[in-house]
């Protein structure tokens, strides 16, 4: 394996522990039939990985998880599809007598690749405006700016509503229905009360979407909701994951 002969690209961990065969059955004494077998390492474990972890990889630290952008190198890796992979612990278990072999084991750390797609979509815009793609922009236009529900709706088909959302730009956009806080502008989950469909994506150049909202069925009856809630349409040039 070393020589890259067989399981080529594939690693193992320092072994420190004893040859794990051949055993008498059910005890820890190695081979005393008229065989003696030589103690040998025939169970191994072994990994593989698009690269080799070295000590403190930032990419193994669940502190500090990875970002790569466009394939660009962030904190050691390269590429979308970097899987770092490194061995914390190799052993056995001497102590298990079910067979003439004695169990292995080994703690792996695997780094994934990960793309925070929001960054990714402000970095598009960054680009797109740097290359003066601003001056082509138009602001994304939803065909109404209030949505009003039945007090209490007999049935979800009663109370649904919808609003169209028009991209007049050259430019794809991104869409996000959200509720914010104000004025802090933190972004906060959707009322459980409340179906939106989608919450979420692309609109081409000159296309429309429609965005379907609806008081869930167990918010029915006496629980309906009663109180309005502000949702806000987050659009931001570029394209959805």
């Not at 298990?96 to 004695?102: E, L, T």
Request: hydrophobic letters at 40%; one cysteine or more.
């Amino acid at each position: 394996m070393a020589g890259g002969r067989v399981f080529a690209g594939f690693r193992e961990a320092p072994i420190s522990f004893r040859p794990t065969f051949k055993f008498d059955k059910r005890s820890s004494t190695y081979d005393t039939s008229e065989k003696q077998r030589v103690p040998a390492w025939c169970d191994r474990v072994v990994f593989k990985g698009t690269r080799a972890a070295v000590p403190g990889d930032a990419a193994l630290d669940p502190q500090e998880p990875e970002l790569l952008l466009d394939g660009a190198m962030v904190n050691g890796s390269a590429g979308t599809h970097s899987v770092v992979v490194g061995c914390a612990n190799y052993d056995s278990c001497h102590d298990i007598v079910d067979s003439d072999h004695k169990p292995v084991w080994a703690k792996l750390r695997v780094g994934l690749a990960a793309v925070d797609w929001n960054t990714m979509r402000g970095r598009v815009c960054e680009v797109w405006r740097a290359e003066g793609g601003a001056a082509a922009a138009s602001p994304t236009r939803a065909s109404t700016a209030s949505v009003a529900f039945p007090a209490r709706p007999a049935s979800s088909a009663e109370g649904a509503q919808a609003f169209t959302l028009t991209n007049p730009g050259s430019q794809p956009v991104h869409f996000a229905v959200e509720r914010r806080e104000a004025p802090s502008g933190k972004s906060l989950g959707l009322p459980s009360w409340l179906s939106v469909e989608p919450t979420s994506g692309t609109l081409a150049p000159k296309a429309s979407a429609q965005v379907r909202l609806g008081v869930l069925e167990g918010a029915m009856g006496a629980e309906a909701p009663a109180n309005s809630v502000k949702l806000c349409v987050v659009c931001t040039a570029g394209f959805a994951r």
